[in-house]
């Protein structure tokens, strides 16, 4: 089951939005995609789990406390 999970104001929609602009600038363009781009996504990709993350442990706490 996946719930709504609340965002705690951490830029999470933002990143992944970013994640969406970078993928399909890459899906538009002919060519091969260079390791910088891979990277950009990659890093990008890293900090949406790690705000996952966070948020997981912040909802954990709200609802042991609850």
Do not use: C, T, Y
């Amino acid at each position: 089951m996946i719930r709504s999970l609340a965002d705690h104001g951490l830029p999470l929609v933002q990143l992944k939005e970013h994640r969406r602009d970078l993928v399909v600038a890459l899906q538009k363009r002919n060519g091969p995609i260079n390791s910088w781009e891979l990277m950009q996504i990659a890093a990008v990709q890293q900090a949406i789990s790690a705000f996952e993350d966070v948020i997981a442990d912040l909802d954990a706490e709200m609802e042991a406390a609850a």
